[in-house]
């Protein structure tokens, strides 16, 4: 593989596995521990707005990057959710809804990927103002990412071994309603994939 000009897709890729080291301090019951991996769920997230800048500023966008921009994403994501039901943290709801959003949205995408189109860029799929704006538009991808990196660093610091048990309660309540937040937004950027898949089946 060329690694230079697949920077791109190689940060994408690492960032999983920065998650997954991550989610699996959390069953190291040490503060250090629980620190880092705070730490390393704001740096996975934040690799998330890296692999695109680097892929726009070294021309290294491709179908098989978007493709594998998403991946990423599905799994961090997903890894994060399912750990926290797991860990009683969270309802099962909440991985339950997000795998279910992700297979309904990236089967409707891969059908858009084989008329050559792309979830974001100039080839969206999205057709619609609207859509575009809330699917493919920087400002809700973004502020999608910030809602579930506020949501997780939240959760995984309410558990923080030693932390004030008053603090907790309340870093726990804010953490649980920005996990709503977050999931009922990844719901509704989901609408629009659905709403405007009626044509690619035409």
């Known amino acids: 593989m060329d690694i230079k000009n697949n ?8 960032r999983i596995f920065i998650a997954f080291i991550a989610i699996g301090l959390l069953y190291v019951h040490t503060t250090t521990a629980y620190i880092w991996s705070v730490s390393l769920t ?18 290294q966008s491709s179908e098989w990057g ?4 998403i991946l990423g994403d599905r799994i961090v994501e997903m890894s994060y959710w399912i750990a926290f039901a797991v ?9 339950l809804i997000c795998v279910a959003r992700a297979f309904t949205t990236d089967g409707i995408r891969s059908i858009a990927l084989s008329k050559g189109m792309t979830p974001f860029g100039e080839k969206s ?3 619609t103002s609207w859509g ?3 699917c493919a538009s920087k400002f809700m991808r973004v502020s999608y990412a ?3 990196v506020v949501a ?5 610091t309410a558990y923080i071994p030693g932390l004030n048990e008053q603090a907790a309660d309340i870093i726990r309540l804010i953490a649980i309603i920005s996990a709503w937040f977050a999931i009922t937004f990844c719901v509704v950027r989901a609408i629009p994939v659905v709403a405007e898949s009626g044509k690619l089946f035409k």
Not at 7 to 14: C, E, L
């Open 42 to 59: 704001i740096i996975a997230f934040a690799m998330d707005g890296v692999d695109g800048y680097i892929a726009r500023k070294y021309n």
């Open 87 to 95: 860990m009683g943290w969270l309802n099962i709801l909440f991985p």
């Open 152 to 156: 997780f660093v939240l959760l995984i």
């Open 125 to 127: 799929m999205q057709s």
């Open 132 to 134: 575009k704006f809330i």
């Open 66 to 69: 978007a493709v594998l921009d």
């Open 7 to 14: 920077t791109a897709n190689i940060v994408s890729v690492s």
């Open 146 to 148: 910030v809602a579930k």
